[in-house]
């Protein structure tokens, strides 16, 4: 099984190198290739490290911003009555807001040069799919154990904190999952218009810059984090989270 | 065997327009297993979260004489939880000390058989175990009336005949057990008495003692009662 994904992963990366390679003799070198990105990553590592270390800080305070909010609005939820529609309601809301919006209103509110501006962007994008995981999860629960908490006379906080909850969890590291996926799409969105630093912020800057090697090289390290961080720890967590619920 | 322990007199029940109980009415006597029997859908299940006082009847009257515990149907042990806490779930909600709860739970399932599975999750245990185990989550509390709703459902031959030995057993200690079930074979080997339900709303065909005959006749009395409901005679 392991060797079956490994050999995935590296046919994978064989198609998008060529495609990426196609495109760049398409575009006469213009896109610069495979090649030059990754002698671009080799030579500047100290920059590189230290914009994806701002990025992760972004992404995983966004991912804690949007969890807080999550865990809030289940017990919302869980209240029943307005608490529900409440609920959703605010969760389509952010579902329909493009991060650029949440981008420009939170730099003027905060200031271009606000750490706090990616990683709020980033939570409010990354609540909603967190949400709708969570509020799955509380449905699932209520199905498989709404006679047992009923038998045991289980309300509210008590039902929440001994029955659902716990049941929750599979649901809500699934959910992370996504979450902290669109927090690390998102959170380069924000600091590209700002000037706080990070992967968003050298792509805007090489771009203007002309430096394509290094708006390439810096895509890719982008990318890299992303597959890293979902093999590494959130699929074998979402995995492990599975046998939760057997 | 004498006094009444659950009584309920022409209760009905009705979800939004639906009815779902129509002026039921039975008797189960202390130390008796009371096998409430009839097909999917006539509302054996509201009639047992009635009698456990989950659900309010619309109308009508519901006597219970002493505590209940009810084993809800299906799967209801909680899968994070080993066998052990899942025994001591009533006690902690109760908050009761966690080393009291523990022996409290460990005589319970010792009582039941199942000691050697306490430190496992619900996952590593066999269907008729974890039937054991959610009422062994129900004894731990020492109710007077034990409520099984569809106990058989999912089991083999060899965990139903071991499971209504634990019923039998519970029964035989004093406890009065009503036990709902459309699965008249198994639900007869263990009847003291049984009412049957069929119809929608739900409505009473027969209620009996059947404590002096074997297990084949009792089925055969059920089944008949079932019938009789079935064909309107």
């Known amino acids: 099984m392991r060797a079956s994904r490994a050999a995935g992963y590296l046919l994978a990366a064989v198609?998008?190198?060529?495609?990426?390679?196609?495109?760049?003799?398409?575009?006469?070198?213009?896109?610069?290739?495979?090649?030059?990105?990754?002698?671009?990553?080799?030579?500047?590592?100290?920059?590189?490290?230290?914009?994806?270390?701002?990025?992760?800080?972004?992404?995983?305070?966004?991912?804690?911003?949007?969890?807080?909010?999550?865990?809030?609005?289940l017990a919302i939820y869980e209240l029943g009555g307005l608490g529900e529609p409440v609920v959703e309601s605010f969760r389509e809301v952010l579902h329909s807001v493009t991060p650029v919006a949440w981008s420009l209103a939170l730099l003027i509110l905060l200031g271009f040069?606000?750490?706090?501006?990616?990683?709020?962007?980033?939570?409010?994008?990354?609540?909603?799919?967190?949400?709708?995981?969570?509020?799955?999860?509380?449905?699932?629960?209520?199905?498989?154990?709404?006679?047992?908490?009923?038998?045991?006379?289980?309300?509210?906080?008590?039902?929440?904190?001994?029955?659902?909850?716990?049941?929750?969890?599979?649901?809500?590291?699934?959910?992370?999952?996504?979450a902290i996926g669109v927090a690390l799409i998102v959170s380069p969105v924000a600091e590209a218009f700002g000037t706080a630093g990070g992967i968003g912020y050298g792509l805007y800057l090489f771009f203007q810059l002309h430096e394509y090697a290094a708006f390439v090289a810096w895509s890719l390290l982008l990318v890299l984090v992303m597959i890293v961080i979902d093999a590494a720890a959130l699929g074998p967590l979402e995995r492990w989270s599975r046998r939760w619920m057997e | 065997m004498d006094g009444v322990a659950v009584e309920l007199r022409n209760v009905s029940k009705s979800f939004g327009r639906v009815r779902v109980l129509d002026s039921v009415s039975l008797v189960a006597r202390r130390g008796e297993?009371?096998?409430?029997?009839?097909?999917?859908?006539?509302?054996?299940?509201?009639?047992?979260?009635?009698?456990?006082?989950?659900?309010?009847?619309?109308?009508?009257?519901?006597?219970?004489?002493?505590?209940?515990?009810?084993?809800?149907?299906?799967?209801?042990?909680?899968p994070w939880r080993t066998a052990l806490r899942n025994i001591t779930l009533p006690l902690e909600l109760s908050g009761l000390d966690g080393v009291k709860a523990r022996e409290a739970a460990r005589r319970v399932a010792e009582g039941l058989g199942i000691s050697r599975y306490l430190d496992m999750y619900p996952r590593e245990l066999s269907g008729g175990t974890r039937r054991k185990v959610a009422i062994?989550?129900?004894?731990?509390?020492?109710?007077?009336?034990?409520?099984l709703d569809e106990?058989?459902?999912?089991?083999?031959?060899?965990?139903?005949?071991?499971?209504n030995?634990?019923?039998?057993?519970?029964?035989?200690?004093?406890?009065?057990?009503?036990?709902?079930?459309?699965?008249?074979?198994?639900?007869?080997?263990?009847?003291?008495?049984?009412?049957?339900?069929?119809?929608?709303p739900g409505r009473v065909t027969a209620s009996m003692d059947v404590r002096g005959l074997g297990p084949d006749e009792r089925a055969k009395a059920m089944k008949a009662a079932l019938e009789v409901g079935v064909n309107g005679a």
């Open chain 1, 113 to 178: 040069s606000s750490r706090a501006v990616p990683i709020l962007v980033s939570g409010l994008s990354a609540f909603p799919p967190l949400m709708t995981s969570l509020i799955e999860g509380l449905k699932a629960s209520r199905a498989r154990f709404g006679d047992l908490a009923a038998a045991l006379r289980l309300r509210g906080v008590r039902r929440m904190a001994y029955i659902d909850l716990p049941a929750s969890v599979p649901y809500f590291i699934s959910g992370s999952r996504s």
């Open chain 2, 33 to 78: 297993v009371h096998v409430i029997v009839g097909p999917n859908g006539v509302g054996k299940t509201t009639l047992l979260k009635i009698i456990a006082g989950v659900l309010r009847p619309d109308s009508g009257e519901v006597i219970v004489r002493g505590s209940v515990a009810l084993v809800p149907q299906g799967d209801s042990l909680l």
């Open chain 2, 136 to 147: 062994a989550r129900a004894l731990v509390t020492n109710p007077d009336v034990l409520l």
């Open chain 1, 15 to 73: 198609i998008v190198g060529l495609a990426w390679q196609l495109a760049s003799w398409a575009s006469g070198n213009l896109i610069p290739g495979p090649a030059p990105a990754i002698t671009y990553l080799a030579g500047h590592p100290g920059p590189a490290l230290d914009a994806v270390a701002l990025t992760l800080i972004d992404a995983v305070g966004g991912y804690a911003v949007a969890a807080s909010l999550a865990i809030l609005g």
């Open chain 2, 151 to 163: 106990p058989y459902n999912g089991l083999d031959v060899d965990s139903v005949r071991s499971l």
């Open chain 2, 165 to 200: 030995e634990t019923i039998r057993g519970l029964s035989s200690g004093g406890r009065t057990i009503i036990l709902v079930s459309h699965q008249v074979a198994e639900a007869a080997e263990v009847a003291d008495s049984f009412t049957a339900i069929t119809g929608r």
